[in-house]
């Protein structure tokens, strides 16, 4: 009876240790996975813009047309540039599915859209350029496009890592879980074998 009363001890305290470690293991994947897509899109957005600030130098307005420079990149770090005029028309540019035109433009504004199976990144930067013969101000879009598993690729190291030093974690926890239980039994022994004296002795000073 003694013995399974030890043996449901040390399984209380392991099956307690355990479960501890096991919520707070599921919590740390659940803020790792959370926090690492709120990052990684952060991040995607701040390229993707980041790739527009100096467009408008290679942009320019004669007479009302457009002139691109040979200077202007229409293909870099995973983003695909289109040009559109002030109507919102395609001037220049490939888009990587052509069901993207369809997409409406929304000037300032970051967007992932579904486009057939594929989700793509979408930031419209909108320029005023001023005509170079006439002094009038012309509205000139750059449409920045980017495949999202072209940018997804990138970060899944990094949330694979994560997740495999938070199960390392959790392993090492249980392991020591492991070792101290067992250890538990040692001092229980002896409990078992000085408590009996101990109370005979106590037993024979109270009748004295």
């Known amino acids: 009876m003694k013995q399974n009363k030890k043996i449901a001890i040390t399984h209380y305290i392991s099956i307690r240790f355990s479960a501890i470690i096991f919520i707070m293991a599921a919590i740390m994947i659940l803020f790792i996975s959370y926090f690492s897509n709120k990052t990684i899109y952060f991040d995607i957005r701040r390229q993707i813009r980041k790739e527009t600030h100096y467009d408008f130098l290679n942009i320019d307005i004669r007479n009302g047309k457009i002139f691109v420079n040979k200077n202007f990149i229409f293909e870099e770090n995973h983003v695909q540039k289109i040009i559109l005029d002030s109507q919102e028309d395609f001037f220049r540019g490939h888009y990587p599915d052509k069901k993207l ?30 005509d170079t013969i006439t002094n009038k101000r012309v509205l000139v879009i750059v449409r920045n496009i980017g495949k999202a598993s ?36 040692i001092p229980m022994k002896k409990i078992k074998r000085i408590l009996p004296i101990r109370l005979g002795l106590m037993v024979i000073w109270l009748n004295v």
């Open 150 to 185: 072209d940018f997804d690729s990138q970060y899944k190291t990094m949330k694979y890592i994560s997740y495999t030093f938070t199960f390392v974690i959790a392993f090492i926890g249980f392991l020591l879980i492991g070792i101290v239980s067992s250890q538990l039994t």
């Open 101 to 130: 035109k369809n997409i409406p433009v929304n000037q300032w504004h970051f967007q992932k859209v579904k486009c057939s199976s594929d989700y793509y990144y979408i930031y419209d930067r909108p320029y005023l350029k001023k």
